[in-house]
């Protein structure tokens, strides 16, 4: 998208392209309104206890942090591109994402982060071979 990253799946979602009895979709439509434009809405609160306290606490930090940043400059979608530099302008298509490039921006371990995209790869195949 012009202005940020969203998944393939997040945006089937928001512009309700999945099947209305997909699980996706039914937890979707419980929480979110129906798209007007390019305006969602929070209709009710998500469950979070499934969270940790330290993931609370740095989903708090985040939404603070976009929060200064929006009452500060606006739209802030340039900003971030600036902040997050692993974003790419796609011009007018899409880019996919490189598993390994979102794992190298966080980790420093080569055998980590290919052990957990090796560990991702594998969940996908048995997703892929139960759905056959």
Do not use: Y
Not at 14 to 23: D, E, P, W
Not at 61 to 78: E, N, P, V, Y
């Amino acid at each position: 998208m012009r202005k940020g990253i969203v998944l393939s799946r997040t945006l089937n979602l928001i512009n309700r392209n999945v099947l209305g009895s997909n699980s996706d979709m039914v937890k979707w439509s419980k929480h979110f309104s129906t798209r007007e434009g390019n305006d969602i809405e929070l209709i009710s609160d998500p469950d979070f206890d499934f969270l940790s306290e330290r993931e609370r606490e740095a989903l708090d930090k985040g939404f603070d942090q976009i929060k200064s940043l929006i009452r500060k400059h606006g739209l802030i979608a340039d900003i971030l591109h600036k902040q997050w530099p692993e974003w790419e302008n796609p011009g007018t298509g899409m880019i996919p994402l490189d598993l390994r490039e979102i794992l190298m921006q966080s980790l420093d371990d080569d055998d980590e982060i290919q052990r957990i995209c090796l560990e991702i790869q594998s969940v996908q195949d048995v997703k892929a071979s139960l759905q056959n």
